[in-house]
């Protein structure tokens, strides 16, 4: 039975795997989004609870944006425009196509991330488009 003994031990063998391993740390954190280089300061979207209706509502300028439905794909999100307030993992997207005083999305940075379509208060032509995401009737 062979023992380890630091007399056996050379720092000379493994100083090439360690330079290889420290590369390919490097080049998978500057790759994967862990160092972020966005910094651009957008507008804050303010949340409030509407404990009546049971959801959470986003405002921007006086504008009061509620939850409308969740899509997987990132077809509709169009350029970020804002962020929401204490919550630096949730960054808000224009609706590609429409206004963003009617329509916005928020993505929320998780694991697998969702987009929420949020629909301002007071908009009553659903676009044809976007009735397929209808989950929720405020």
Known sequence: MKHFSCNN????????????????VIAIISTSGCIQDDKTEYP???VSE??????????YNGIVFRPY??????????KQIGVREDSPQ???YEVKGYDSNEWIVEYLEV????NMVLKAVGVTEIPAELEEYKQYDY
């Not at 031990?9 to 390919?24: D, E, G, T, Y």
């Not at 509407?50 to 405002?59: H, K, R, T, Y």
């Not at 439905?69 to 169009?78: Q, R």
């Open 9 to 24: 031990f050379s720092i000379r063998a493994i100083f090439p795997k360690l330079i290889l391993l420290l590369v390919a």
């Open 44 to 46: 804050l979207y303010a």
């Open 50 to 59: 509407n404990d009546e209706l049971g959801c959470v509502e986003l405002i």
């Open 69 to 78: 439905g969740v899509f997987i794909n990132n077809s509709l999100k169009g």
């Open 90 to 92: 949730s960054k808000i």
């Open 111 to 114: 694991i697998m991330g969702s």
